[in-house]
């Protein structure tokens, strides 16, 4: 294994940081929540002032830019912040976001969105934010929006195509790939539940059902397949981007609807893929890219996304197998302090240098401490957040990084939405014990919208 100067410095940086935290046993976790509430305050005060309705904020420059359609802002970040603000008992900052949903937010634009993207932020926020506050207008607008998507499930598969016009209805796309087919079910169930309307549900569990029929002898999927034919398209099995959400939304289904086919599908694929895709390499537990049909590695890079993964294997049964795959992902984060996008385990190095702000560490590891409680999970969500504050802080809300590996660390300029729903929500409920929310009974979305387990009756701070 070659390590560079570079990358040794780094990890230097990294590893001085972890040793000067506390232990976990000493660590005050209310007041460390209250940091990470005033840190979303702040944000999103600069986000009131510099992009308020807009889709992300680019927190250098403090300029806009519009996802997930092209020159048109749908306030993405606005909408995937609400139930964050709310659990967070800032609820002034919650209802002026409401506020601009009822009065401003308009889905009937001649313009394009990626299917996926759009219901798991859009849709699933809207529903997050509606379970937070019981407002039906919030309901109405995630049910007009998935109408808008719902023509991309019709085709001859039930696998929706990948972008569709919101008000023409006109799609296309048709080379997608198993997240972005899978990844509808938690959402339109509840659509489905909560309007009586079954054709959310059943076209989202149609789409999970096709992926599944079409997988290989051995029980895996590949990562690109085409929704018309129905045929493959590639032959790399991954539990990284394009496959994550599918395998999340099996056991989803599960959870959230008492699917109990759904967790058999869950079984099935999770049971391939811990019998041909883990390796241990160095006493780390890493899961491979494998070819579908035959289980040979074909690449030993991890992608950052599939870091969440060690979580779900908890959540479904595999405990000490998900801890390990966890544990070997915080070495990284110890030596690197951010994560890289990419990283190749046989040689040791990034292969990717930036990091898209990512929540994916900071999923897993409050996963698993809804689980079993343990500190160490608390302990790497910590070490995320406070490398977070340190390394992606900008003027006017936190960055995306270019480069992990420089000293300083390389900021972009740009803040996804995912930043507002997921790691803010993550760490703060691992580390407040709010009785906003049931620790006990609950459920987030792949986008880390919560649809179920949260307490309105029970009072929080307003600000
Ligand atoms: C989020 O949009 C969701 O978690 C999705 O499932 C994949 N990852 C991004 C954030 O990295």
Redesign the pocket.
């Known amino acids: 294994m070659t390590t560079s100067r570079r990358s040794l410095l780094a990890g230097s940086l990294a590893a001085g940081l972890a040793r000067r935290l506390p232990a976990a046993s000493r660590t005050d976790w209310p007041a460390l929540a209250g940091e990470v509430r005033a840190e979303m305050a702040w944000a999103w005060d600069q986000y009131r002032l510099h992009a308020w309705g807009k889709d992300e904020i680019r927190p250098i420059s403090a300029t806009v830019s519009t996802f997930p359609m092209k020159g048109h802002h749908l306030g993405l970040s606005l909408i995937e912040a609400l139930d964050t603000l709310w659990v967070m008992g800032l609820d002034n900052r919650f209802q002026a976001g409401v506020d601009w949903v009822k009065a401003t937010l308009d889905f009937d634009v001649d313009g394009e969105v990626s299917v996926f993207e759009t219901s798991?932020?859009l849709v699933g926020g809207l529903l997050s934010a509606h379970h937070a506050s019981g407002d039906p207008v919030l309901l109405a607008k995630a049910r007009d929006l998935a109408d808008r998507l719902l023509p991309a499930f019709a085709t001859p598969t039930g696998m929706p195509m990948r972008f569709v016009n919101l008000k023409t209805g006109a799609v296309r796309d048709a080379a997608t790939n198993p997240?972005e087919v899978g990844g509808y079910l938690p959402e339109w169930g509840t659509l489905s539940r909560l309007t009586g309307d079954p054709r959310y549900h059943d076209a989202a569990r149609r789409a999970v059902v096709a992926v599944f029929e079409r997988r290989s002898k051995i029980d895996l999927l590949a990562v690109r397949i085409d929704a018309v034919t129905g045929r493959w398209l590639d032959r790399r099995a991954t539990v990284g981007s394009y496959a994550?959400?599918y395998y999340e939304y099996l056991w989803d289904a599960l959870q959230l609807l008492g699917d109990a086919e759904c967790r058999r599908m869950y079984d099935i694929c999770t049971a391939a893929i811990l019998a041909h895709q883990q390796v241990r390499r160095d006493g780390r537990l890493w899961i491979a890219d494998v070819d579908f049909e035959t289980g040979a590695v074909v690449s030993t890079e991890q992608d950052e996304?599939a870091a969440?993964y060690g979580g779900l294997l908890a959540q479904g049964g595999a405990g000490a197998t998900g801890a390990a795959v966890t544990q070997t992902w915080a070495t990284l984060q110890d030596r690197f302090g951010v994560l890289p996008e990419g990283f190749d385990y046989a040689t040791g190095q990034p292969t990717q240098r930036g990091n898209?702000l990512?929540?994916?560490l900071a999923d897993a590891a409050f996963n698993l401490w809804l689980l079993d409680r343990n500190p160490r999970w608390r302990a790497i969500g910590r070490g995320h957040f406070l490398a977070m504050r340190r390394w992606n802080k900008a003027a006017y809300g936190y960055t995306d990084l270019a480069d992990v590996t420089s000293d300083p660390k390389r900021q972009a300029d740009h803040c996804?939405g995912?930043w507002w729903s997921?790691q803010m929500k993550y760490y703060y409920l691992l580390f407040s014990d709010t009785p906003r929310f049931d620790y006990a009974r609950n459920y987030l979305t792949?986008?880390g919208n919560v649809l179920l387990g949260f307490r309105r009756s029970v009072g929080g701070r307003a600000a």
């Open positions: 798991i932020r997240a994550d959400s996304l969440f898209a990512r929540p994916e996804p995912y997921e792949t986008e």
